[in-house]
Nanobody
Framework: VQLQAFGGGLVLVGGSLRLSCAAS????????IGWFRQAPGQEREFVAV???????SYGNSVKGRFTISRDNAENTVYLQMNSLKPEDSAVYYC????????????????????WGQGTQVTVSS
């Protein structure tokens, strides 16, 4: 499956963005889809993951502000980001892993088989 992440951009502190992860060459419904982010000089950080519609998981730094959702009919996963902070600035990547993986495995970027190209998010004060 090929993934394409888009929707990034420049936003002011407190603003919102919605990222999209679109799939081709496969059906997203059969994968767990995660979002990770990486700022310059930092490790790739877990942001959110969704397996089936009802059990998303979030990194501690984004809980309560970000929402992950999936539209299987559109073969797309979304990341709604609200109340953005400067420390949210990073390149955001979406990735796919087997949907059967337990949740704790999906917090690690090493468990993902397929990656999108990344989209830059910059939060300016």
């Amino acid at each position: 499956v090929q993934l394409q992440a888009f929707g990034g951009g420049l936003v002011l502190v407190g603003g919102s963005l919605r990222l999209s992860c679109a799939a081709s060459g496969g059906t997203l419904a059969t994968y767990a889809i995660g979002w990770f982010r990486q700022a310059p000089g930092q490790e790739r950080e877990f942001v959110a993951v969704i397996r089936r519609r009802s059990n998303p998981s979030y990194g501690n730094s984004v809980k309560g502000r970000f929402t992950i959702s999936r539209d299987n009919a559109e073969n797309t996963v979304y990341l709604q980001m609200n109340s953005l902070k400067p420390e949210d600035s990073a390149v955001y990547y979406c990735a796919a892993a087997p949907i059967t993986y337990i949740l704790s495995m999906l917090w690690s970027h090493g468990q993902y088989n397929f990656w999108g190209q990344g989209t830059q998010v910059t939060v300016s004060s």
